[in-house]
């Protein structure tokens, strides 16, 4: 094809089906033949498209004489110099199907998305104003204005960044990052530049100001952990030498989720084993676990438990002396020795109880109980069996309530086995030997009054005198006195069936003790009534001193057949007498004047 020319030659298309724009000849390096379908000349550089066979992109330098060529390789694009397919062609650059950039690599043989090589080192340079700012190399890694004294560097076997005229981290061969400092303690060391200051600190993600938590520095070398919460309140401290506090949420040591501890459980402490808390102070002075109501004076020390180790002026009984307080005062003291305090800080016995009134020790029970034991009081040889005991039963004297009880008293023979002995029951009747006594004392087995021959042998009976042994046997003492007129005195009531005879007898014993010999005597008397329907007999047994004697009162009818006669005793003016009466057996001695069976008793109280 002919050459084909605009005005000026600005536009030749040439035989060899090459198209100048701006230039009339080509002007390459190599072959004088063009190879070029399209060729673009300026006052600069050209822009060539090669001949699609090729698949590439041409651009030739006039002033340097330079060929620059980009084409496409199998999904890839490379940027070279020289002709393509001469051997004056230099790959410089790579782009990778997989987005990865070689840079004179003319070979992979590394895997990064970012792969360079050059023979002084250097593989990225930073200009600013044709001054050099900074550049990436295999030595030296970034410089900041120009010269190394402002330089972070990746030299042979460490990384090392600075700024400011100093290094400021390192990266050692071994891995280990250094932060402030080059000695190496630990896979991340940070040494900080001043105190009082952070040595590091972590921000949270939704603020640049509002910290997560961090290392800090503080005065007299002072290390300290905080962690703080969105408005850098602070909430946990960790000091090396001060104070340290958690202050909001729990605490939980073996467990993931102490909240679900009783209370909250603002420390919970669990283990599938054993788990302790120790506190050791030094052997002079003592330790502590304090409840306070307030940050002053007695208020910050209202509950506790204080643990002294040494011993004080007392002596050794006191060595690991333990104290429980509540309102500022010890309450319950624990001593080396074993000894129990409540409301002594000096027991002198295993169990010591004090107080400013009379002491109480109280035992109950949480809910009612009607029936079987309310508790015992319990001693033990250095076995498990039981020696001595008080036990606190229900009543069973009447219906069983939630408060009548019957306090038992258990002994152990030597040899035997645990008995009771003794027991007072809840209505007031005591029983030895007897576990249901019916009278205010029953004794199984004798009894024993005071000594001999002295004032502690004196004894005072009330009431009447019973013989067991004796079936009905029953006794009572009087004092009868008359003043200037002669006094009539009730003794005895007793009841007769006048159709249905049976024996009554009423033995009257009087001594007379004034004014006179002759009352100074004393007289036995038999007093009988019912033998023959309502007749009634008087026997003296003997009367030295003419003593009166007892009378029969007329019969009373109660019903039926029932009468009743009262025994009467008048002692003469100003005569006293001790009149006994004995129901030897034939009658059965009542409590009930007004009664309507036969053959009873009736003894009339003092009077």
């Not at 729990?250 to 788990?275: E, K, M, Q, R, W």
């Not at 001594?511 to 007093?527: E, H, I, M, N, Q």
Request: hydrophobic share 35%; charged share 10%; proline share 3%.
């Amino acid at each position: 094809m002919a050459n084909l020319s605009n005005i000026n030659n600005k536009f030749i298309v040439t035989s060899e089906t090459e198209a100048l724009i701006g230039a009339t000849s080509w002007a390459g390096v190599g072959s004088g033949t063009l190879a070029a379908g399209l060729v673009i000349s300026g006052n600069t550089s050209q822009f060539i498209l090669d001949n699609p066979n090729y698949n590439h992109f041409t651009m030739y330098s006039a002033s340097d004489s330079n060929i620059y060529n980009i084409f496409g390789s199998s999904g890839n694009y490379l940027i070279g110099t020289g002709n393509k397919d001469t051997s004056s062609w230099s790959e410089k650059m790579r782009i990778g199907s997989d987005g990865t950039v070689d840079i004179n690599l003319n070979q992979r043989i590394l895997d990064g998305f970012l792969n360079m090589n050059k023979s002084d080192g250097t593989y990225i340079k930073f200009d600013y104003n044709n001054a050099v700012r900074g550049y990436i190399g295999s030595e030296r890694q970034l410089f900041s204005g120009g010269s190394e004294a402002n330089m972070g560097y990746l030299a042979t076997g460490d990384s090392v960044f600075g700024a400011g005229g100093a290094e400021r981290m390192r990266i050692d061969s071994s891995g280990n990052v250094l932060i402030g400092t080059a000695i190496d303690a630990g896979k991340v060391t940070i040494q900080n530049d001043t105190a009082n200051a952070y040595a590091l600190r972590v921000l949270r993600s939704t603020s640049t100001t509002q910290g997560l938590g961090g290392f800090y520095e503080g005065a007299s070398n002072e290390g300290i952990l905080y962690l703080v919460d969105g408005s850098n309140g602070l909430n946990a401290k960790l000091s090396s030498s001060g104070d340290s506090y958690f202050n909001g949420g729990n605490v939980g040591i073996g467990t993931t989720s102490p909240s679900s501890y009783t209370y909250g459980s603002n420390l919970a402490i669990v283990d599938t084993g054993s788990v302790g808390i120790t506190i050791q102070s030094n052997t002079t002075g003592a330790s502590a676990i304090q409840f306070a109501d307030g940050v002053s004076g007695a208020a910050q020390y209202r509950g506790g438990i204080d643990y002294y180790h040494s011993a004080n002026s007392s002596g050794a009984a006191y060595y690991s002396r333990m104290d429980f307080r509540t309102n500022g005062a010890a309450r319950i003291t624990i001593l080396g020795n074993g000894n129990v305090g409540i409301g002594t800080t000096g027991p002198v016995v295993n169990l010591q109880v004090q107080a400013a009134g009379s002491p109480t020790i109280a035992m109950s029970t949480e809910g009612p109980i009607t029936s079987g034991t309310r508790g015992d009081l319990a001693w033990y040889n250095n076995s498990t069996s039981t020696v001595a005991n008080i036990r606190a039963d229900t009543d069973t004297s009447a219906a069983a309530d939630t408060v009548g009880t019957d306090l038992a008293f258990f002994t152990r023979a030597i040899g035997g086995s645990l008995t009771q002995k003794m027991v007072i029951k809840g209505g007031g009747n005591v029983g030895i030997g007897y576990t249901s006594p019916s009278k205010a004392l029953s004794v199984n087995g004798g009894m024993y009054v005071g000594g001999n021959n002295t004032d502690a042998g004196a004894t005072g009976i009330y009431g009447d005198i019973r013989r067991p042994q004796a079936v009905n046997y029953c006794e009572r003492i009087w004092n009868r006195n008359s003043a200037a007129t002669p006094s009539l005195y009730y003794v005895a009531r007793q009841w007769h069936d006048s159709i249905n005879w049976a024996a009554g007898h009423i033995n009257v014993i009087v001594w007379g003790v004034a004014p006179t010999l002759s009352t100074l005597f004393k007289g036995d008397f038999s007093c009988g009534y019912g033998y023959a329907g309502n007749s009634v007999h008087i026997s003296t047994n003997f009367n030295p001193g003419n003593l009166t004697a007892p009378v029969w009162q007329a019969p009373v009818l109660v019903s039926g057949n029932i009468y009743y006669r009262d025994l009467t005793i008048t002692p003469p003016s100003y005569n006293r007498y001790i009149v006994q009466v004995i129901n030897p057996g034939n009658l059965v001695q009542t409590y009930d004047i007004n009664n309507t069976g036969q053959n009873k008793v009736y003894f009339y109280p003092q009077g």
